[in-house]
């Protein structure tokens, strides 16, 4: 071997910081993928030999020897990581789809920063059974991207001596400058389940997570590597079929083929050209009905590939003004059939140019008119700039517009046309290596069909500053919008609106060694909602405690009280409370149950009487074999109002079921029920997923819509549909 970085070599990384760096070797020539590190090709690549602890002794060395190798060839990186295990047989390991989270079994993780900013950590995680698992995040996992897939593969095995995972990471999915003067961040983790041991290349401390770049190893010598012809290719085509029993005078049947192309083009080594013609907006993946139970809207995440890759280059500090699954609604009829604003073409421009962020968006979407609603042909575009003022520090500006065309409809009036845009700066410091952070933003909207369009009437603001020291954290954060503020043509609103909001948190945390506890953690928070003549709103006051036993189960204890000012009986101080209790069990094992209860007095915000309201959420995950998952949930919220409420007691019943069988890697098989009392609508699915070649997929799925609100559970809609998928990358 050409370098081996020992025990003594992570000690000063842990003392230096990740100015710290380490030169990464070329391979001579690829290693075959097979698990195994064999090969004579890892004998040229670094290698880190041990690993510290973040949890359950922080800096105290791994109770298990772990070996990571690094290396690269002209088009890849790779990572090998030898895991020791003295009792193999103690390995937790299950067969999940890609993108299952494998936190429950023995894993290893990766990131690499290849820009050394902070801003964009694509993360690469495996268990002992090889299941993929990939994400985007920026320093510190503030802005996180779950559906983020990239083009790469890993292989792993378990011997008699441990287990071992092998990864190949093309560099076409990075997006980079070559400059020898800066390095790539890094890190890596392993993580020994049954003993909930958590250990890093270098020491992370436990309050910090491992996507804190100022624990991060810096990596340099890459260089003359090749990104392909940077082309990216995914056609797709898809017939979907319905039926509806109710609908229209009897049965209806419907039939719908649709096909289009995603592409991206790299534009050198740092920026890529995107586009897309009639994207698919049915979810593959079915996503599930979301009840609305008080007055906050409810958020859906977006799962459309071409929204989903580079989309960190779009985040905004404290507020969400794209939000893109503004973009191509799907309008139903009263009949339940519905239409589509369907997105014709979209383009997207992405990438850094040294120390600057840069994000561009367009899309056209057509016409969607049906008897309940209108969505008009419209223009999108967006624009982000950033800068990187140090590694995970930005400043920045944003811009969102929505032209949309008038509508023609069967109305009584036709739907003007209309233009709409919002506006902003924001930043995100972090400073004193890294134990002080503040954060603001400022953002505006105008919109052509009202008739007040000042700034002072139609603005949102937000400033906050944070400390660190060790376990003890605390924040201070003000908010204000004004009552004209409205992003949502183009953005999401997360928050109170219209009112000025001030936040104040505390939190200390300790650990114990042999003892019962492990930790215990007690935080508190005072929160002060002012109406925008500065009188009081809401006032609340909350104490909250967690911790976790010898024996891995974590308990949470929340207290809160406070006064209503503004909803229930306004100008006068009404008095609420609630208590809220939580556990859930340890990870790897057989079965994991997690369980939340709160017991409140206060105003049902859906309703806007007052009354007790007790709740219970119970998730229980059970693997009875390694490629079986069954995950069950229930929730049930129960309101009794005081005599005198304008409104009657009443009760709201969730469920939701799921069943994934994975039959190899690449094949598996989902089913899903769900249901609620709240609406009477219950539904059933089922999707058979193949990844028949890396990255392509076929889908087979189906499922029937059930309606109860006169006690007869009858059909209205049942439907099915196959996709396929090919991706060519050049």
């Not at 990216?232 to 229209?248: D, F, I, S, T």
């Not at 209108?374 to 400043?395: F, M, Q």
């Not at 969730?654 to 609508?681: C, K, M, P, V």
Request: glycine share 10%; hydrophobic share 35%.
């Amino acid at each position: 071997m050409k370098t081996v970085i020992n025990h003594l070599l992570i000690l000063l990384v842990g003392i230096c910081g990740a100015t710290e760096t380490y030169p990464v070797p070329r391979l001579d020539c690829p290693p075959t993928l097979d698990g195994s590190l064999d090969e004579p090709c890892w004998e040229d690549a670094t290698v880190w030999e041990g690993y510290v602890q973040r949890d359950p002794a922080p800096g105290e060395p791994s109770t298990e020897l772990t070996r990571l190798y690094l290396g690269y060839t002209d088009l890849a990186i790779y990572v090998g990581v030898e895991c020791f295990d003295s009792e193999p047989g103690g390995i937790v390991s299950n067969l999940r789809r890609r993108d299952s989270s494998v936190s429950a079994d023995d894993n290893v993780d990766i990131w690499f920063d290849p820009t050394g900013s902070g801003l964009q950590l694509y993360y690469f995680s495996t268990n002992p059974a090889g299941v993929k698992f990939d994400c985007l995040y920026n320093n510190r996992a503030t802005y996180s991207n779950y559906q983020y897939d990239a083009h790469w593969d890993v292989a792993a095995r378990i011997d008699e001596r441990g287990w071992t995972a092998e990864f190949e990471i093309p560099f076409s999915n990075f997006k980079f400058e070559e400059n020898p003067h800066r390095y790539w961040l890094f890190n890596a983790g392993r993580v020994i389940r049954r003993k909930s041991e958590e250990t890093y290349v270098v020491e992370v401390p436990y309050e910090h997570n491992m996507f804190d770049v100022v624990d991060a190893v810096g990596l340099t010598g890459i260089e003359g590597v090749s990104e392909g012809v940077g082309v990216k290719l995914v056609p797709y085509a898809k017939g979907e079929y319905r039926n509806l029993p109710e609908a229209g005078d009897g049965d209806v049947d419907d039939w719908n083929g649709l096909g289009g192309l995603d592409f991206d083009v790299d534009l050198g080594r740092s920026l890529t050209l995107a586009g897309t013609v009639l994207p698919d907006f049915a979810e593959i993946d079915l996503d599930p009905d979301q009840y609305q139970i008080g007055l906050d809207p409810v958020y859906t995440p977006e799962t459309r590939p071409f929204f989903l890759r580079d989309s960190t280059y779009f985040n905004f500090t404290s507020y969400n003004p794209f939000y893109s699954r503004r973009i191509g609604k799907r309008l139903f009829t009263s009949e339940g059939l519905y239409e589509d604003s369907q997105i014709l073409a979209g383009g997207r421009l992405t990438g850094k140019l040294g120390s600057f962020g840069l994000g561009a968006f367009y899309a056209h979407t057509g016409e969607a008119v049906t008897d309940l609603a209108a969505e008009p042909e419209s223009d999108w575009a967006v624009i982000r700039l950033t800068h990187a003022v140090n590694p995970g520090s930005l400043v920045g500006l944003m811009g969102t517009a929505r032209f949309a065309r008038r509508v023609e409809t069967d109305w009584e009036t036709a739907e003007p046309a209309y233009n709409y845009a919002s506006y902003g700066a924001d930043f995100d410091i972090y400073f004193g290596e890294g134990v002080w952070n503040v954060w603001g933003s400022l953002l505006g909207d105008y919109d052509s069909r009202h008739a007040v369009n000042e700034f002072e009437d139609r603005f949102a603001t937000t400033l906050g500053a944070s400390f660190t020291d060790g376990s003890f954290q605390t924040w201070l954060t003000y908010a204000d919008s004004s009552p004209g503020f409205d992003i949502g043509e183009t953005g999401f609103f997360f928050g109170i609106p219209y009112l000025r909001l001030f936040t104040y948190n505390a939190s200390h945390t300790w650990r114990f060694d042999d003892a019962a506890l492990r930790n215990l953690s007690l935080g508190g928070n005072f929160v002060q909602v002012l109406q925008r003549d500065w009188e009081e709103g809401l006032s609340q006051y909350q104490l909250q405690m967690s911790t976790t036993t010898a024996f891995n189960w974590n308990f949470t204890l929340n207290g809160a009280f406070g006064y209503d000012n503004m909803y229930y009986h306004p100008g006068e101080a009404d008095f609420w409370y609630y208590t809220s209790l939580g556990f859930n069990s340890e990870y790897g094992r057989a079965l994991w149950l997690s369980n939340e209860s709160i017991y409140a007095e206060m105003v049902d915000y859906t309703t806007l009487g007052f009354g007790e309201m007790f709740s219970n959420s119970t998730t229980v995950n059970v693997y009875p074999f390694s490629v079986l998952t069954l995950t069950g949930s229930y929730q049930v919220v129960r309101w009794w109002f005081r005599e005198g409420e304008p409104v009657e007691d009443y009760t709201v019943n969730i469920w939701r079921g799921t069943a994934d069988l994975l039959f190899t890697r690449e094949l598996y098989l989902r089913l899903f029920a769900q249901g609620s009392d709240q609406n009477d609508s219950y539904t059933f699915r089922g999707l058979v997923g193949w990844e028949y070649l890396p990255d392509s997929h076929l889908y087979l799925a189906y499922e029937r819509w059930y309606d109860d609100s006169t006690d007869d559970f009858r059909l209205v809609n049942q439907g099915a549909f196959l996709k396929a998928d090919f991706t060519l990358q050049l």
